[in-house]
């Protein structure tokens, strides 16, 4: 079983800032790697697919890079709405697989 | 747009089976490339991937969970289900139901909490 980790498990972070979270799987997964944002009490909501392609509706300063075993988010220019827990998740086989997340809070 | 809608009880007794049923709407469970799944969230914890079935009703599980876990769907009524036996609190969770592509990611209901509780 393909096994994902994220790092950092959290981060702080300013309005503004740039911000980067890695995402490394324990076996090459291709480019099936995709991206969430999870806020509390809703469900994760799709960001990047494919690595690197943005999903329709996603603000052009989420954006995402990497294949085979190391990926990255990275958030070009934080917003207040972007404090959330984000995790990647790979689609390139069974059983489907979660990093463990990353939550992003406010400094 | 496809919409995903979980229901079912929220309260189940402990060693007794969990039964949840997903309402697809916005586009049919016969489609092929989706994969129906389920996938749940303990409270405060990260995801947790159950299983999914295709149309054509091949199934896949979690090892972890296979023993306990049946994955069904009925077409006609564009509906997809879980159950998992013998619960314990260990399975209370938040559960969601989700189009799965290999290709460009999941598509998630609301997510539904089920409690594990006499």
């Known amino acids: 079983d393909i096994q994902m980790t994220q790092s950092p498990s959290s981060l702080s972070a300013s309005v503004g800032d740039r911000v980067t979270i890695t995402c490394r799987a324990s076996?090459?997964?291709?480019?099936?790697l995709n991206w969430y944002q999870q806020k509390p009490g809703k469900a994760p909501k799709l960001l990047i697919y494919?690595?690197?392609s943005l999903q329709s509706g996603v603000p052009s300063r989420f954006s995402g890079s990497g294949s085979g075993t190391d990926f990255t988010l990275t958030i070009s220019s934080l917003q207040p709405e972007d404090f959330a827990t984000y995790y990647c998740?790979?689609?390139?086989?069974?059983?489907?697989?979660f990093g463990q997340g990353t939550k992003l809070e406010i400094k | 747009q496809v919409q995903l809608q979980e229901s079912g009880p929220g309260l189940v007794k402990p060693s007794q089976t969990l039964s949840l049923t997903c309402t697809v709407s916005?586009?049919?469970?016969?489609?092929?490339?989706?994969?129906w799944s389920w996938i749940r969230q303990h409270p405060g914890k990260g995801l947790e991937w159950i299983g999914y079935?295709?149309?054509?009703?091949?199934?896949y599980y979690n090892p972890s969970l296979k023993s306990r876990v049946t994955i069904s769907v009925d077409t006609s009524k564009n509906q997809f289900s879980l159950k998992l036996s013998s619960v314990t609190a260990a399975d209370t969770a938040v559960y969601y139901c989700?189009?799965?592509?290999?290709?460009?990611?999941?598509?998630w209901g609301q997510g539904t909490l089920v409690t594990v509780s006499s």
């Open positions: 989700a189009r799965d592509t290999m290709v460009r990611g999941v598509d």
């Open positions: 916005g586009g049919s469970i016969s489609s092929g490339g989706y994969y």
């Open positions: 079935i295709y149309y054509s009703g091949s199934t």
């Open positions: 076996q090459s997964i291709s480019s099936y």
């Open positions: 494919a690595a690197s």
């Open positions: 998740q790979q689609s390139y086989s069974t059983p489907r697989a």
